[in-house]
Antibody, heavy 118, light 112 residues
Framework: QVQLVQSGAEVKKPGASVKVSCKAS????????IHWVRQAPGQGLEWMGR????????NYAQKFLGRVTLTRDTSISTAYMELSSLNSDDTAFYYC???????????WGQGTLVTVSS | DVVMTQSPLSLPVTLGQPASISCRSS???????????LDWFQQRPGQSPRRLIY???NRDSGVPDRFSGSGSGTDFTLKISRVEAEDVGVYYC?????????FGQGTRVEIK
């Protein structure tokens, strides 16, 4: 069955970077987009960006431009989200989600908690 | 960015009774292709979100038919015809018409 399995929780200091992975299985990795959505503890959802695993093409929400980088490794069906210059406001669960260019139709990963603390 | 405003933010419901959640967008969600990319997501406690409804009124596979979506333009509604215990959680609307996609604040559904 379709699965998106994310890497484990991270604790980072302010100013550092974090890289979260999302390993896909059960479908053709290059056939669907991978989107990234974050959720601060007890808060709502925020769409960050998407990557086309086939072409590597990316789109980012303006808010994250310059700080987030989405990449993929098709040989191991894995997508990555790297967020730099972390501050306490970046403490959140980060989710990957499968979809098309125009939707989040294909299921979500289990989420990765990133805690930013000095 | 388009602002999605949900109401109410908290919705206590008696088991077996209906529930309704409103979602309003700050601008039209009609895309150039004529579609309205307004989706509804459910997030049960401790779980990842899952999509229930896409393009206003289409139920995803496996979603019970007690869930229905409606609306047009800037005004949308998610209805649960008879709330069951497994429906407890937070519900979000999301617009995928404009860039970047944005979510509503979420509506917490709980059992009275």
């Amino acid at each position: 069955q379709v699965q998106l399995v994310q890497s484990g929780a991270e604790v980072k200091k302010p100013g550092a970077s974090v890289k979260v992975s999302c390993k896909a299985s059960g479908y053709s990795f290059t056939g669907n987009y991978i989107h990234w959505v974050r959720q601060a503890p007890g808060q709502g959802l925020e769409w960050m960006g998407r990557i086309n695993p086939n072409s590597g093409g990316t789109n980012y929400a303006q808010k994250f431009l310059g700080r987030v980088t989405l990449t993929r490794d098709t040989s191991i069906s894995t997508a990555y989200m790297e967020l730099s210059s972390l501050n306490s406001d970046d403490t959140a669960f980060y989710y990957c989600a499968r979809g098309r260019s125009y939707d989040l139709s294909g299921g979500w990963g289990q989420g990765t908690l990133v805690t930013v603390s000095s | 960015d388009v602002v999605m405003t949900q109401s109410p933010l908290s919705l206590p419901v008696t088991l077996g009774q209906p529930a309704s959640i409103s979602c309003r967008s700050s601008q039209s969600l009609v895309y150039v292709d004529g579609n309205i990319y307004l989706d509804w997501f459910q997030q049960r406690p401790g779980q990842s979100p899952r999509r229930l409804i896409y393009k206003v009124s289409n139920r995803d596979s496996g979603v019970p038919d007690r869930f229905s979506g409606s609306g047009s333009g800037t005004d949308f509604t998610l209805k649960i015809s008879r709330v069951e215990a497994e429906d407890v959680g937070v519900y979000y609307c999301m617009e995928g018409t404009n860039w970047p996609w944005t979510f509503g604040q979420g509506t917490r559904v709980e059992i009275k």
